[in-house]
């Protein structure tokens, strides 16, 4: 049996919010205008729904705001989700992966809305050091970001001595005889750009070495918070640098003198997305 438009709009009518003119007009109204034009033609939500490819580029053609997008697709994903056995008919798992998608990029839009001024990592690094020592956890998280920063993909990346000690289901990790870290999972883009393997630079791996002789550890960062971008925030405010894991990003990715399409390999971007970081200093 096909679920007609009437249908759809009685069920947001008998939603408990249906009387409220604010969601109706904000969470309701515009999942009607997008499903209108498919509907008037089939007038089956399923059969609208189906083909989520097509649903997600419509909602990206006739909007341009990240906001808007993501606000679209989240009211999609909670008819697909409330609507009786819909979930059930549609691709649910593609919606809910569009959402996720969607938020993405809508962060990277709201970052680069951001303030130009950017603390120089150099600064940042010193007083990390200062503040840590420099042979913290700290102080190699800066360091190792330096050269490989990536979102949030720093918990649970394992240290192993040879690449022959690496067990087959561990997804991050850091071998120390040859200098790599290798990532078969992380953020955002692994499926576009496919697993990493990062050669990191001599230094640092001698810090790296130095701290897991004061602190023996089996990951690389271990922090008090589980949550990461909590835990950058607090290390920073601690030491007294008013940042965030945002200001790491931008301090990084600003910098004149990096190889750009290097880095952006190693952040797992296009060179488009780096280029982005480069902007002037706002003026004091």
């Given at each position: 049996?096909?679920?007609?438009?009437?249908?759809?709009?009685?069920?947001?009518?008998?939603?408990?919010?249906?009387?409220?003119?604010?969601?109706?007009?904000?969470?309701?109204?515009?999942?009607?205008?997008?499903?209108?034009?498919?509907?008037?033609?089939?007038?089956?939500?399923?059969?609208?729904?189906?083909?989520?490819?097509?649903?997600?580029?419509?909602?990206?053609?006739?909007?341009?705001?990240?906001?808007?997008?993501?606000?679209?697709?989240?009211?999609?994903?909670?008819?697909?989700?409330?609507?009786?056995?819909?979930?059930?008919?549609?691709?649910?798992?593609?919606?809910?992966?569009?959402?996720?998608?969607?938020?993405?990029?809508?962060?990277?839009?709201?970052?680069?809305?951001?303030?130009?001024?950017?603390?120089?990592?150099?600064?940042?690094?010193?007083?990390?050091?200062?503040?840590?020592?420099?042979?913290?956890?700290?102080?190699?998280?800066?360091?190792?970001?330096?050269?490989?920063?990536?979102?949030?993909?720093?918990?649970?990346?394992?240290?192993?001595?040879?690449?022959?000690?690496?067990?087959?289901?561990?997804?991050?990790?850091?071998?120390?005889?040859?200098?790599?870290?290798?990532?078969?999972?992380?953020?955002?883009?692994?499926?576009?750009?496919?697993?990493?393997?990062?050669?990191?630079s001599d230094e640092l791996v001698a810090s790296i070495k130095k701290s897991l002789?004061?602190?023996?550890?089996?990951?690389?960062?271990?922090?008090?918070?589980?949550?990461?971008?909590?835990?950058?925030?607090?290390?920073?405010?601690?030491?007294?640098?008013?940042?965030?894991?945002?200001?790491?990003?931008?301090?990084?990715?600003?910098?004149?003198?990096?190889?750009?399409?290097?880095?952006?390999?190693?952040?797992?971007?296009?060179?488009?997305?780096?280029?982005?970081?480069?902007?002037?200093?706002?003026?004091?």
């Amino acid at each position: 049996m096909p679920i007609t438009t009437a249908q759809v709009e009685d069920f947001y009518s008998g939603h408990e919010k249906g009387g409220d003119k604010i969601w109706w007009k904000n969470h309701v109204a515009p999942i009607l205008r997008l499903l209108n034009e498919c509907l008037e033609v089939k007038d089956d939500l399923v059969s609208c729904l189906k083909p989520v490819d097509e649903v997600v580029e419509l909602v990206k053609a006739k909007y341009e705001n990240p906001n808007t997008i993501k606000y679209y697709l989240q009211a999609l994903l909670f008819l697909v989700d409330t609507y009786p056995g819909l979930k059930d008919k549609v691709p649910r798992d593609k919606y809910h992966t569009a959402w996720l998608d969607s938020k993405v990029v809508k962060i990277d839009f709201d970052e680069k809305k951001e303030p130009t001024k950017n603390t120089d990592i150099n600064t940042i690094q010193e007083t990390i050091d200062k503040f840590y020592g420099e042979d913290s956890v700290e102080s190699v998280f800066v360091k190792f970001y330096r050269e490989v920063p990536l979102r949030l993909d720093f918990n649970d990346i394992f240290v192993y001595g040879t690449l022959k000690k690496v067990p087959e289901d561990v997804d991050k990790f850091l071998v120390l005889q040859n200098k790599k870290v290798y990532l078969k999972k992380y953020t955002k883009t692994a499926e576009k750009y496919g697993e990493k393997e990062i050669k990191l630079s001599d230094e640092l791996v001698a810090s790296i070495k130095k701290s897991l002789a004061k602190k023996p550890r089996e990951k690389l960062f271990v922090f008090t918070n589980s949550n990461l971008s909590k835990a950058i925030s607090g290390m920073l405010r601690k030491a007294g640098i008013d940042g965030t894991m945002n200001t790491l990003r931008h301090s990084v990715m600003s910098q004149e003198d990096i190889d750009r399409p290097e880095m952006a390999r190693r952040a797992g971007h296009s060179v488009e997305t780096n280029m982005a970081y480069r902007r002037p200093q706002a003026e004091e």
